[in-house]
Nanobody, 129 residues
Framework: VQLVESGGGSVQAGGTLRLSCAAS????????MGWFRQAPGKEREVVAA????????MYANSVLGRFTASLDIPNNMVYLDMKELKPDDTAMYYC????????????????????????WGQGTQVTVS
């Protein structure tokens, strides 16, 4: 599985960005997809997660109402639309993927440790000033 993120950049507080993650090389029918971020000196944290077991994505409280994750399954793309950006959102953003033997819910994927995700992109930097 290969994941390639893009769309990061530098924006002023209150601005918007759309991150993209292009996925390829996977044939799994059950999986979790997640957006994570890691700020300097901090642990990687989940921002949003989605499982193909049904339902919408689940979000961290810090981004709820401001970030929206979406999937374009036919084109193997995952997006993270971010609005009302804050300086605290400054971090390297990653998309992560893990295959499962069952169709997981968004909550199950969200509550999974980031270390349980098997595949990662190279990350895209978001800087909010």
């Amino acid at each position: 599985v290969q994941l390639v993120e893009s769309g990061g950049g530098s924006v002023q507080a209150g601005g918007t960005l759309r991150l993209s993650c292009a996925a390829s090389g996977y044939t799994y029918s059950s999986y979790c997809m997640g957006w994570f971020r890691q700020a300097p000196g901090k642990e990687r944290e989940v921002v949003a997660a989605y499982g193909n077991g049904g339902g919408t994505a689940m979000y961290a409280n810090s981004v709820l109402g401001r970030f929206t994750a979406s999937l374009d399954i036919p084109n193997n793309m995952v997006y993270l639309d971010m609005k009302e950006l804050k300086p605290d959102d400054t971090a390297m953003y990653y998309c992560g993927f893990r295959a499962e033997s069952f169709a997981p819910s968004a909550r199950w994927c969200f509550n999974s440790a980031y270390s349980d995700y098997s595949y990662w992109g190279q990350g895209t930097q978001v800087t909010v000033s």
